[in-house]
Protein backbone atom coordinates (compact mmCIF):
# COMPACT_ATOMS: atom_id res chain seq x y z
CA UNK A 1 0.00 0.00 0.00
CA UNK A 2 1.47 3.22 -0.65
CA UNK A 3 1.55 5.54 2.27
CA UNK A 4 0.31 8.64 0.29
CA UNK A 5 0.60 12.06 1.54
CA UNK A 6 0.81 13.25 4.60
CA UNK A 7 -1.12 16.76 6.33
CA UNK A 8 -4.70 16.89 3.95
CA UNK A 9 -5.45 20.01 5.86
CA UNK A 10 -3.41 22.21 4.92
CA UNK A 11 -4.68 21.84 0.65
CA UNK A 12 -7.15 24.51 -0.20
CA UNK A 13 -5.86 26.93 -3.34
CA UNK A 14 -9.35 27.14 -5.61
CA UNK A 15 -11.75 29.93 -5.63
CA UNK A 16 -15.27 28.51 -4.38
CA UNK A 17 -17.50 28.72 -7.80
CA UNK A 18 -14.62 24.76 -8.46
CA UNK A 19 -14.74 23.12 -5.05
CA UNK A 20 -17.78 20.90 -5.77
CA UNK A 21 -20.08 22.47 -8.49
CA UNK A 22 -21.44 19.78 -10.01
CA UNK A 23 -21.44 16.63 -8.05
CA UNK A 24 -21.58 16.16 -4.46
CA UNK A 25 -21.11 12.55 -3.01
CA UNK A 26 -21.29 11.26 0.48
CA UNK A 27 -18.37 8.79 2.17
CA UNK A 28 -17.74 7.22 4.96
CA UNK A 29 -19.84 8.41 8.45
CA UNK A 30 -20.03 11.74 9.89
CA UNK A 31 -17.07 12.18 12.91
CA UNK A 32 -18.37 13.14 16.47
CA UNK A 33 -17.26 16.51 17.56
CA UNK A 34 -17.78 18.95 20.34
CA UNK A 35 -18.92 21.39 17.53
CA UNK A 36 -20.40 19.06 15.29
CA UNK A 37 -20.48 16.00 12.95
CA UNK A 38 -17.36 16.08 10.67
CA UNK A 39 -18.17 15.03 7.05
CA UNK A 40 -15.70 14.90 4.08
CA UNK A 41 -17.51 14.50 0.89
CA UNK A 42 -16.11 14.17 -2.48
CA UNK A 43 -17.49 17.02 -5.35
CA UNK A 44 -17.31 16.84 -8.85
CA UNK A 45 -16.29 19.57 -10.87
CA UNK A 46 -16.58 18.95 -14.79
CA UNK A 47 -13.93 20.93 -17.20
CA UNK A 48 -12.72 20.91 -20.66
CA UNK A 49 -10.44 17.86 -19.62
CA UNK A 50 -12.62 16.10 -17.71
CA UNK A 51 -13.83 15.28 -14.74
CA UNK A 52 -12.39 16.56 -11.26
CA UNK A 53 -13.18 14.27 -7.80
CA UNK A 54 -11.98 16.36 -4.75
CA UNK A 55 -12.80 16.48 -0.72
CA UNK A 56 -15.12 18.79 1.15
CA UNK A 57 -15.35 19.70 4.41
CA UNK A 58 -18.94 20.04 6.34
CA UNK A 59 -20.43 20.49 9.91
CA UNK A 60 -23.60 19.93 11.21
CA UNK A 61 -25.30 20.19 13.64
CA UNK A 62 -25.17 17.81 16.94
CA UNK A 63 -28.72 17.55 18.01
CA UNK A 64 -30.04 18.60 14.64
CA UNK A 65 -27.97 16.45 11.99
CA UNK A 66 -29.99 17.89 8.86
CA UNK A 67 -28.55 21.60 9.78
CA UNK A 68 -25.38 22.46 7.90
CA UNK A 69 -23.48 24.68 10.07
CA UNK A 70 -20.74 25.43 7.72
CA UNK A 71 -19.48 24.15 4.52
CA UNK A 72 -15.93 24.80 3.27
CA UNK A 73 -15.73 27.35 0.38
CA UNK A 74 -13.11 25.47 -1.25
CA UNK A 75 -11.63 21.77 -1.56
CA UNK A 76 -9.47 20.90 1.09
CA UNK A 77 -8.07 17.72 -0.73
CA UNK A 78 -7.42 17.38 -4.44
CA UNK A 79 -5.68 15.24 -6.96
CA UNK A 80 -1.85 16.42 -6.67
CA UNK A 81 0.36 12.72 -7.05
CA UNK A 82 0.91 11.03 -10.15
CA UNK A 83 -1.19 8.14 -8.64
CA UNK A 84 -4.11 10.57 -8.36
CA UNK A 85 -4.34 11.89 -11.53
CA UNK A 86 -3.31 9.24 -13.82
CA UNK A 87 -5.28 5.63 -13.97
CA UNK A 88 -8.87 4.56 -15.12
CA UNK A 89 -9.94 7.76 -14.55
CA UNK A 90 -7.78 10.92 -14.00
CA UNK A 91 -7.99 13.41 -11.44
CA UNK A 92 -9.64 11.49 -8.86
CA UNK A 93 -9.63 11.23 -5.03
CA UNK A 94 -12.60 9.85 -2.76
CA UNK A 95 -12.42 9.22 1.00
CA UNK A 96 -13.06 5.50 1.61
CA UNK A 97 -12.89 4.89 5.42
CA UNK A 98 -11.09 6.72 8.05
CA UNK A 99 -10.41 5.20 11.45
CA UNK A 100 -8.75 7.62 14.34
CA UNK A 101 -6.02 7.09 16.58
CA UNK A 102 -6.11 6.68 20.25
CA UNK A 103 -4.90 10.15 20.52
CA UNK A 104 -9.12 10.90 19.49
CA UNK A 105 -7.52 13.49 16.93
CA UNK A 106 -5.05 11.74 14.35
CA UNK A 107 -7.73 10.91 11.40
CA UNK A 108 -5.49 8.29 8.84
CA UNK A 109 -7.60 8.87 5.64
CA UNK A 110 -7.89 5.52 3.55
CA UNK A 111 -8.70 7.37 -0.42
CA UNK A 112 -9.27 5.97 -3.87
CA UNK A 113 -7.23 7.60 -6.15
CA UNK A 114 -7.71 7.82 -9.89
CA UNK A 115 -9.67 4.88 -9.39
CA UNK A 116 -6.83 2.57 -9.13
CA UNK A 117 -5.47 2.01 -5.94
CA UNK A 118 -5.89 3.04 -2.77
CA UNK A 119 -3.31 5.33 -0.81
CA UNK A 120 -3.34 7.08 2.85
CA UNK A 121 -3.79 10.39 4.04
CA UNK A 122 -3.36 11.63 7.42
CA UNK A 123 -4.79 14.55 9.13
CA UNK A 124 -5.59 16.20 12.47
CA UNK A 125 -9.38 16.31 13.41
CA UNK A 126 -8.95 19.54 14.90
CA UNK A 127 -7.12 21.23 12.20
CA UNK A 128 -9.78 20.04 9.94
CA UNK A 129 -12.24 21.94 12.27
CA UNK A 130 -9.79 25.09 12.42
CA UNK A 131 -9.64 25.05 8.87
CA UNK A 132 -13.55 24.83 8.42
CA UNK A 133 -14.09 27.76 10.81
CA UNK A 134 -11.63 30.01 8.94
CA UNK A 135 -12.59 28.75 5.19
CA UNK A 136 -16.19 27.65 5.60
CA UNK A 137 -19.63 29.32 5.27
CA UNK A 138 -23.21 28.75 6.39
CA UNK A 139 -25.29 26.64 4.34
CA UNK A 140 -27.71 29.58 3.11
CA UNK A 141 -30.71 26.96 3.62
CA UNK A 142 -30.07 27.38 7.13
CA UNK A 143 -29.06 30.54 7.73
CA UNK A 144 -31.84 31.63 8.98
CA UNK A 145 -32.86 29.19 11.17
CA UNK A 146 -29.79 29.58 13.73
CA UNK A 147 -31.38 28.73 17.46
Not at 110 to 138: E, F, N, V
Amino acid sequence: MDQGRQDFSSHSTEPPVFKDANKIGLSPPPIETPEGWLILYHGVRHTAAGALYRLGLALFDLQTPERCLLRGDSWVFGPEMPYERYGDVDNVVFPCGYPIDADGDTLNLYYGGADTCIALATGSIRRLLDWLKRHGSPDPAHRDHAG
